[in-house]
């Protein structure tokens, strides 16, 4: 394809996105990506033997559920089917004892003891409003706001550290260090402000569309948005890494699902120098470490419930959470790190040979850090499962250098496109209220770096497509 309107650069869900949408259009739309396969962080691979399929980066789709983007383009269409898991969450507490989150607020409810009827009451009720809820949250620059109530009641309870939430919002442990758990998806101290929010959003989440799976892993996400793409006429090419803006099609836009180091890289010498300085001052967050592996059979838990969980934190209680957590913001890695666990086989069979399973986890780590924390991890989910190891016929690790050189957005390891404190949201890259903007009128960026940040929402591309399509259509 030589005569396009967009070229996107990237083919992760935001780019795919972007690209579907400006397609949707009538945008004739050439994709490029580096790797051999497109889909960014949602492809799967046989990591470890041969039958097992492993989501290497994203596998718990309650965003995909959710977004407004994926629910306008309806990807049932062209193939994509999610699975539950029969429990979302499973917390452990202690060896044998653990809180679980259930889509039903009132079953979650039920296992917290006190806390129980405001658990209920406070995320139970956003999660009836869920539509609201992500609206609020995954399109935060709507004006004027589409859901006032549930943006107003994310406010009330999602503006505050997790650790306020924690000390003032619950009485009891199981409900304090499900909600630890939660908030420590944000990879911040979770002491700073907004961490509670993140809480409030998984948990409303939960409640309201479930955490799901994508059947025969998230490569299936991606290939419904390229058979989308294709339907409609676009292009996409693998193996093609675009080093600089000069060697692309001439377009009306150029979308990049980059984040700000790359973008520097790949258009810095066009870039006005106040515009490139901002960029170049984006900080980067904590890393993770990730280990898959091929089980042949399931997880040994202590505590039986957690066999139906489709994700397991390993947080021990709300202050073990919160210490870990502040170590990794401030550089280190303790001995029992929090780790997060997804056994995806529990909602989704096809990902392994029958009786066997693929599990994955993860800890986090300071940016960078070149350590093996295989042992870490494993060990830890010893301590909640033992004879763990003695299941494990496959193994495949990538710390933060083998995840960056996998999928170059994961600058240092960080999987959610640069920090995500209040500073960083605020300013996503820089403070507009068209963040997917830039000085280049054609030049638009749609990548987890931009509003609504991290995760398999695919918001910054429709954001971006629908800005683009609106200023150069
Ligand atoms: C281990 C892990 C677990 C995760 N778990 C979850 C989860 O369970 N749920 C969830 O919602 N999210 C999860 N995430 C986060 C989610 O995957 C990301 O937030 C999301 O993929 C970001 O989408 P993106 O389109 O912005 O970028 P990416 O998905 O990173 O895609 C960027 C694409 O751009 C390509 N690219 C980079 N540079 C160039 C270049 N110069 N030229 C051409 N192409 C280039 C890359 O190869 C890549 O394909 C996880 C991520 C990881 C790594």
Request: aromatic share 6%; proline share 7%.
């Amino acid at each position: 394809m030589t005569d396009v309107d967009a070229v996107v650069v990237g083919s992760g869900p935001n780019g795919l996105v972007a690209a579907v949408a400006l397609a949707e259009a009538g945008w004739r739309v050439l994709v490029l990506e580096a790797a051999g396969t497109w889909g960014g962080g949602l492809r799967t691979e046989e990591l470890t033997l041969p039958g097992f399929r492993h989501d290497v980066g994203a596998t718990v789709h309650a965003l995909v559920a959710a977004s407004p983007a994926f629910r306008a383009l309806d990807l049932a269409r062209d193939g994509l089917a999610l699975a539950h898991p029969p429990v979302a969450l499973g917390h452990a507490i202690a060896p044998g004892r653990s809180a679980l989150l259930h889509r039903s607020a009132a079953a979650t409810a039920a296992g917290l003891g006190r806390d129980g009827r405001r658990w209920a009451r406070v995320l139970g009720g956003l999660g009836e409003r869920w539509e609201g809820l992500a609206e609020s949250v995954l399109n935060p620059t709507g004006l004027p706001p589409r859901a006032p109530r549930e943006l107003l009641e994310f406010g009330v309870h999602g503006l505050w550290p997790a650790t306020a939430t924690i000390r003032a919002g619950f009485r009891e442990e199981p409900a304090r260090a499900l909600f630890a758990g939660l908030a420590a998806h944000a990879v911040l101290d979770l002491h700073a402000p907004l961490t509670a929010g993140i809480a409030v959003f998984m948990a409303g989440l939960a409640h309201g569309v479930g955490w799901p799976v994508a059947v025969g892993g998230s490569q299936s996400v991606a290939d419904a948005l390229v058979a989308r793409l294709r339907a409609l006429g676009g292009e996409i090419r693998t193996g093609h890494r675009v080093r600089s803006l000069a060697e692309l099609p001439s377009a009306r836009a150029v979308l990049l699902d980059l984040t700000p180091r790359q973008v520097l890289r790949v258009a810095g010498d066009r870039l006005p120098g106040s515009y490139a300085r901002r960029l170049a001052r984006w900080r980067y967050g904590p890393g993770v470490f990730k280990a898959d592996w091929a089980l042949d059979g399931p997880i040994p838990w202590l505590d039986p419930a957690l066999a139906d969980a489709g994700t397991v934190h390993l947080g021990g209680t709300a202050a073990a959470v919160v210490d870990s957590e502040r170590r990794v913001a401030r550089g280190r890695v303790g001995e029992e790190p929090f780790v997060l666990l997804v056994q995806a086989s529990t909602a989704d069979p096809s990902r392994a040979p029958e009786g066997k399973h693929t599990v994955w986890a993860y800890c986090h780590v300071p940016n960078g850090d070149d350590r093996d924390r295989t042992e870490l991890i494993e060990r830890r989910i010893e301590a909640f499962a033992p004879g763990f190891r003695e299941r494990v016929i496959g193994r495949r690790t990538m710390g933060p250098a083998a995840l960056e050189a996998w999928d170059a957005n994961l600058v240092g390891g960080d999987i959610g496109g640069g920090s995500a404190d209040w500073r960083q949201l605020a300013a996503r890259p820089t403070l507009s209220r068209s963040p997917w903007a830039t000085p280049l009128p054609e030049l638009f960026l749609c990548s987890s770096s931009t509003l609504p940040a991290g995760g398999a929402h695919g918001m910054g591309g429709w954001n971006a497509a629908r800005l683009a399509l609106r200023r150069r259509g």
